[in-house]
């Protein structure tokens, strides 16, 4: 008998909009699911209308399946388009994306993660209304809130130092009583200095964040923490109002520093988190694509660095062995035994124990984006079943998960 929590999330624009097609094809997987996994919970993408909601949602009691809004707080908001002058800005002007090794397919497809500013009050104030109002209009169970962040290394590596837009500039100066121009400043100046790090200074690095957060800059990088915080407590605070469980989407723990999400800071906030530890995944948050467009950000920057020893830094830091070339990450992915290393960090912080973890790993296939075998799924789970785990959520859209993974899960979680 099954013995973990199992969720998964969906995406229901990708069923053909005839009423009675989408009825059965969902009705049809969900009670594959529902027989295969003995399904806990259900995400479904926000972009969707009401009449689709109560059609989902009507299914899901019927299976006995709890319902979570999946909605995305800073990026890629359905039914809020966010231009690229609104998004983040680095320390040298960019807005949004930066020049070095950014993921080379950023805007091809419908999500576009352009960040806006958490500090852009009018802009959040419009979202914040609009997710009250998706909340209100079906029955969910809970929501599940992504997007929770600072760009990532795969929107180019400048983005990493941001943001200076006048929202920040304001803000730091009425929570600090300095001048953030002056950390604009040092960013300038440590970004000179990168260019010539030698494989010493990534020796005295334990984390990865340690490569770029320098003494000199622990405060601008409290303050980007402590906005994300703010951010997602405004969000979870009104859905527990409204009596709705709350879950998070969070990046991998070696990479959530990079990105500004503080485990113990946001896990105060919610019921539940699902760390996306992504191991073959060539889009943003998983490991293979992150890893890959931030070593080759540092080559880039720093062509007089040997790309084996920087490599097996890189390795030592994360716990896991990467292959011995980056162009080897985005065809091979990251090993599995990665999920061990990463659920061990998650237990080293001492989170509240009323808090789940639930991991996030991928079940779908996606061609050019993420195809997973059942060779690699048997060692996912072999991973997941060594850490002291709660549930998993198979991610990241049930219509892009074939059956017979599905199956497979419930076969190896219920023996």
Partial sequence: ???????????????PNNSLHKNDNLKKKLATAKETLDLDALMIWSDINKKDLDLVGKICIEFKIKTYLWYPILADIPGFKIEQEQAVETFDGLRGYGKNSYWDKLGEGEEDFLFLCPNDEEHIRRIFDQYQNKIKESDFDGVFLDRIRFPSPSDGFETLFSCFCKYCLNKFYNNYGEDLKDYRNQVKTFFKKFKTIDINYLQTCQALSDIIIRDSLRKFYDFRRQNIYQILKMFTDKAKQMGKLVGVDLFAPSLAPLVSQDYQLLTKTCDWIKPMIYCHTSSPAGLPLELYCFIRAILDINPALDEGQLIREISRI????????????????VSENIIYSEMQKIKELNLRESVDIYVGLEAVQITGLCNITERILKKYLKSVIETDFKGIILSWDLLKIPDENLQLVGDILST
């Fill in 1 to 15: 008998m099954k013995q973990k929590w199992i969720g998964t999330q969906i995406v229901l624009n990708n069923i």
């Fill in 318 to 333: 994360i716990g896991v062995d990467l292959p011995t070339q980056i162009n080897e990450l985005l065809k091979n992915g």
